[in-house]
């Protein structure tokens, strides 16, 4: 945020002309019809507050936790009190420093375009950095787009106690030490949109077969490297908008030979930088969980309107405002949050099963639990 804080409003360096922009995390925020989101709260449920709540790999979910009861039962309770605030707070300041779209620039082509050469920083997934790799980008030559891990916190919260704690090599196992400001930093890895098949299993040989066959043609070696790593500069067209193709996460050793991205057109030295950080993420122990099994599909979408509409409305409340505002939030969620996940019930129609997202959570919680 320092640095964010810092640049934002200040001319460009390069050309003395441009006016920085201190954050472009917040675009689809900005953006109601982007993937449908209607006003959500994308960067603060999965980036800013796995960065408080998760610690370990053995925490199931950012958004809740397993809590058991006097008589021995285990409920699953929603994160919500200082953890949550911290998140409203870092989230609201990201709003104060955010680019907003023209009017009428919500498509995906320009979405597609996160860095337009004036924002400080964007938290974005990382295959879109894959278009400003390619030999006609804007930026070619100048080195002025890099990519890294996301950001993370120096505060994170005591499952235990509810308390947020100062970030250190015992509460937080997996944080790194930033020398240049002195602390422990938390920061979970995101991955979103992660590939997986299934088949039922009433279903006959010929469909079983059927479905080994076509998961096994869209994940084979060569198949796979045709669409993680396009040739630079592709293009497609959906809904007669034509925006350059960004790949998809490189999962295979294959993928990360650095030699098949210089023969497809990409900068060495970009294309450098991405897959070690790319690298990085899939190795390490320290993973955001998805929340969509447990949340998402029951509730989460109402959930997030909530914490979007407050966002929102708060830029213009004086501070006694949005501590009265936070406090009527966290009640409306506790309410809502506790009702969806004891309620609600995921079909999960190809495996014939039908399962409350309480059940799963108690199962990724226990590890031994079977549905």
Excluded at 101 to 126: D, H, M, Y
Excluded at 170 to 182: F, L
């Amino acid at each position: 945020m320092r640095l964010q804080s810092f640049f934002h409003g200040m001319k460009d360096p390069v050309d003395n002309e441009t006016d920085l922009v201190g954050s472009c995390a917040l675009l689809s925020d900005f953006c109601p019809s982007f993937m449908n989101h209607d006003g959500d709260a994308y960067v603060l449920q999965n980036y800013v507050l796995p960065s408080i709540t998760l610690t370990n790999e053995r925490q199931v979910s950012a958004q809740y936790y397993l809590k058991t009861q006097k008589d021995g039962t285990e409920s699953v309770e929603p994160i919500l009190g200082e953890a949550f605030k911290e998140a409203l707070r870092i989230t609201r300041e990201q709003f104060s420093f955010a680019a907003t779209p023209p009017e009428g620039e919500c498509s995906w082509l320009k979405f597609s375009q996160p860095w337009p050469g004036n924002c400080v920083q964007s938290i974005q997934t990382s295959s879109l950095y894959l278009r400003h790799l390619s030999p006609d980008s804007n930026f070619k030559g100048k080195r002025r787009i890099g990519i890294g891990l996301k950001p993370g916190s120096t505060k994170v919260l005591d499952r235990k106690t509810g308390r947020l704690v100062e970030c250190n090599e015992e509460s937080c196992p997996h944080a790194v030490y930033h020398e240049d400001i002195g602390k422990w930093v938390n920061s979970p890895i995101t991955h979103s949109f992660p590939l997986f098949g299934a088949v039922s299993r009433y279903a006959g040989n010929l469909e079983k077969n059927v479905t080994t066959q076509f998961l096994n043609f869209i994940t084979n070696k060569q198949n796979s490297l045709d669409y993680t790593i396009p040739i630079a500069n592709t293009t497609v067209n959906r809904s007669n908008v034509t925006y350059p193709m960004r790949g998809i996460f490189p999962f295979r050793y294959s993928h990360f030979n650095l030699s098949i991205w210089l023969s497809k057109g990409y900068d060495e030295e970009s294309a450098k930088e991405y897959l070690h950080f790319m690298n990085k993420s899939l190795t390490s122990k320290h993973q955001s969980p998805l929340e969509g099994l447990t949340s998402y599909s029951c509730g989460q979408k109402a959930v997030s309107e909530k914490i979007y509409n407050f966002l929102y409305s708060s830029q213009s409340m004086t501070e006694l405002q949005i501590e009265y505002n936070v406090e009527q939030l966290t009640a409306d969620l506790q309410s809502l949050m506790t009702t969806k996940m004891n309620q609600c019930t995921i079909a999960l129609e190809l495996l014939d099963i039908k399962v409350s997202p309480k059940e799963i959570y108690i199962a990724l919680s226990n590890r031994n639990a079977k549905l």
